[in-house]
């Protein structure tokens, strides 16, 4: 892989865990208590969800830790490891955390009797927004262990092209 785009990756990496980190401090926290200044009888639903979504955002920046290290990896021309397959297990279990605390918060949107100031629309949308991740969490989970299972065939090759050299 070019250098010049391993340097972009690694620039995207560090722009999206700033972000993150952004959003956890400032912006997760900010509109839970701007929605509770709107509306409250959110109060109670304020901290665990703001909670959730700091620990959603952590997940992100294990994963993004670890695509760090696996470019780290692919420029040193050494992928084809089996160190590489700590990395893409880290991605895989973060990705399967935050789809767990996806289905957390949608079990506990569609079932809790939560107060909605505008006919329940809110939390409708908040359910929808929480299934989709959901979904998007289970697809990204998969095609990380597709993937994961295409690195062992490759390493395998490798490794035997290797004794054959």
């Known amino acids: 892989m070019h250098s010049f785009l391993i340097a972009a990756l690694r620039a995207g990496i560090v722009a999206a865990f700033a972000l993150g980190l952004f959003g956890q401090i400032v912006v997760i926290p900010t509109m839970a208590a701007d929605e509770v200044d709107r509306f409250p009888p959110y109060a109670p639903f304020a901290a665990p969800y703001v909670t959730v979504a700091i620990i959603g955002v952590v997940c992100i920046q294990v994963a993004l830790a670890a695509v760090w290290m ?96």
């Open 70 to 165: 696996l470019l780290t990896m692919v420029q040193r021309d050494a992928i084809f490891t089996t160190k590489a397959f700590r990395w893409v297990d880290t991605i895989i279990g973060a990705s399967i955390v935050a789809t767990l605390l996806a289905t957390g918060a949608a079990g506990h949107l569609a079932l809790a009797e939560i107060p909605s100031p505008h006919d329940g629309m809110d939390i409708i949308s908040a359910l929808f927004a929480a299934v989709a991740s959901v979904g998007v969490g289970v697809a990204f989970a998969m095609l990380v262990v597709v993937l994961r299972s295409l690195l062992l065939k490759a390493t395998e090759l490798q490794t035997e092209i290797a004794e054959v050299v």
